[in-house]
């Protein structure tokens, strides 16, 4: 997930932490306590999490000072799966992949399922950049609260937490929905740190996101002696890169394309053979997307004309969708959020990023709220381990787990969620988005 620089203050994370620590943001709506739907169960949630708050945290720097890559999330996994099992889950390690897994809670006969995700990957080279340790604690949180809020209010339903691995790069929860790791949930809830105002948790949605891989092959030589002999593949993805650079005068301001060049055995002397190169295009939309992607293909395609290389082409079998954020749940994350811990904001957040969870978003109601940080750096590397980036992951987790509870008790409220979820598909599906 692209992001900007981090919004925290970077301190040493010491061994005591307590909430009077973080700076605590100003409801922006505190009368809207008035209209918060079951303040009882809010107060359980909260006093959940203020017992289980020395637990999170050290989880938290557990799997920050472990950082793994996508698909190699095994510290992660085990470290998680034991935590959930210490707290009364039932526990299936390695689910459809080897490094996701699946937290089950279930009280009473002929409830609901609420699903919760918990991301683990961090980044090559930076560690947890991207502060996936706070979404961990962030759905285990929001999975722990619930469960025992079911147990203490007697309320049938079933919890489900899901360990997705490989967002970055790998859409580790494509191949989990693909796998029918979703079916049974009602809605899906998950946060992430995000670039925004210090305080606010944001509901903006985030660019689609296709990945393409262009091979160029041509033919050795010597780049002195007999340079005439050779087709030169580096030319070619220069080439390439070159072309995308012109096509971007062309392009809305709302769309991105990046990449990188990757070689083999590559000699100053000697004429490359091979080239890769590895580019995302990134739109609004799903439908914006393929008109973009649609004008980059061919600059690959001239670069190997000019050189005289073969051009191989691979792109995604499925991208990965813009956020389509429920309204519903959206809203009442937002109440709870404005009466008792900040604000909302609708400009900043992952709105210029992507993120695999938004092809869960095309396949159930869901949500994914952003909370104030930044991504991809390593000043926030070492925010995402900061006493003020736990309080904040926090904030959001009483909301998400809340909004979780009311789906599973509220007929009214899920009906409502479902309504907005299924006029986001049929308007998609009338512009081809769906």
């Known amino acids: 997930m692209s992001g900007c620089g981090c919004q925290f203050t970077i301190q040493n994370a010491g061994p005591v932490w307590h909430p009077d620590d973080k700076e605590k943001p100003t409801p922006s709506n505190p009368s809207g306590l008035k209209d918060i739907y079951r303040p009882d169960i809010l107060e359980h949630v909260e006093a959940t999490l203020k017992d289980l708050d020395g637990e999170l945290r050290e989880l938290s720097l557990d799997i920050h000072s472990h950082p793994e890559i996508r698909f190699e999330e095994r510290y992660a996994h085990d470290a998680l799966t034991a935590f959930m099992a210490k707290h009364g889950f039932k526990v299936t390690q390695h689910y459809h992949l080897e490094t996701a897994w699946l937290a089950e809670f279930t009280h009473g006969q002929g409830g609901r399922t609420i699903g919760v995700n918990s991301e683990m990957d961090a ?29 203490h209010f007697n309320i049938p339903g079933k919890v489900t937490l899901l360990g997705t691995p490989a967002e970055e790069g790998g859409s580790g929860k494509i191949i989990l929905l693909k796998n029918g790791a979703y079916e049974e949930m009602s809605a899906c809830l998950m946060c992430h740190p995000a670039p925004g105002p210090i305080g606010s948790v944001s509901l903006s949605s985030c660019l689609a996101l296709e990945r393409i891989t262009v091979e160029y092959f041509g033919h050795t030589a010597h780049a ?14 220069v080439l390439g890169y070159n072309n995308i650079s012109a096509l971007r005068q062309q392009l809305f301001p709302t769309h991105r ?45 001239a670069a190997g004309l000019a050189t ?29 959020i404005t009466a008792k811990y900040g604000a ?9 990023a992507s993120t695999d969870f938004g092809n869960v978003t095309y396949a159930l109601p869901s949500l994914h709220p952003g909370f104030d940080g930044g991504n991809h750096t390593l000043g926030f590397t070492k925010s995402a381990a900061t006493v003020p980036s736990h309080y904040a992951s926090l904030d959001i987790t009483k909301a998400l787990a809340a909004t979780g509870i009311r789906v599973l008790i509220d007929d009214g409220f899920l009906a409502k969620v479902r309504k907005a979820f299924k006029e986001d598909t049929e308007i998609q599906s009338l512009l081809g988005e769906a």
């Open 123 to 151: 980044l090559p080279g930076v560690g947890h950049a991207c502060g996936h340790n706070l979404i961990a604690i962030s759905g285990v949180g929001v999975a722990i609260a619930i469960k025992k809020a079911l147990q």
């Open 224 to 237: 002195a002696l007999s340079p005439w002999e050779g087709r030169n593949a580096l030319d070619a993805a």
């Open 257 to 301: 394309v990046h990449g990188i060049f990757e070689g083999k055995d590559w000699a100053p002397n000697i004429i490359p053979d091979y080239a890769k190169m590895i580019c995302y295009v990134r739109a609004p939309t799903r439908t914006e997307l393929q008109s973009t992607v649609k004008r980059v293909i061919p600059c690959f395609e």
């Open 308 to 336: 005289g290389c073969e051009v191989t082409i691979h792109r995604d079998e499925v991208g990965t969708h813009d956020l389509r954020q429920n309204r519903a749940l959206g809203a009442e994350v937002a109440q709870i």
């Open 344 to 352: 909302i904001d609708y400009e900043y957040g992952i709105k210029s």
